[in-house]
């Protein structure tokens, strides 16, 4: 892989923030950066597994560096996102897919943030 300006900026600009962001917020971090062009690196990359598509049900595709793997919960009330760790093989375990080879185990939880009252 070719490390150009544009594909460092973008890395460089994922692993500064610690949530996800979409290719519009890249853009607007960016703007020297064509949108078209951000697109593009954001799936090579997501391609190489240097980043992750993080499938949180928002409108826009959201992109992370991960330092550490982990998975996400989702408040539908705020939109605040949770990460946090689970072990992969009890997932793999609690699934039950005797007949079927997992590759990747992503899980994203959604609910409500509870807060003290």
């Known amino acids: 892989m070719r490390i150009t300006k544009q594909r460092k900026a973008i890395l460089d600009a994922l692993k500064a923030h610690k949530s996800a962001l979409s290719a519009a ?6 703007p020297n950066i064509d949108q078209v062009t951000i697109y593009r690196n954001l799936d090579y990359f997501c391609q190489q597994k240097l980043i992750k598509k993080v499938p949180l049900d928002t409108q826009e595709a959201r992109y992370e560096y991960q330092r550490e793997p982990h998975h996400h919960a989702v ?8 990460h946090f760790t689970a072990p992969t093989e009890k997932i793999k375990k609690l699934l039950n897919l005797n007949d079927f080879k997992i590759d990747e185990v992503d899980v994203t939880v959604h609910g409500t943030c509870i807060h003290d009252k």
């Not at 917020?25 to 960016?30: D, K, S």
């Open 25 to 30: 917020e890249m853009h607007a971090l960016l």
């Open 75 to 82: 408040c539908t009330d705020c939109a605040r996102v949770v």
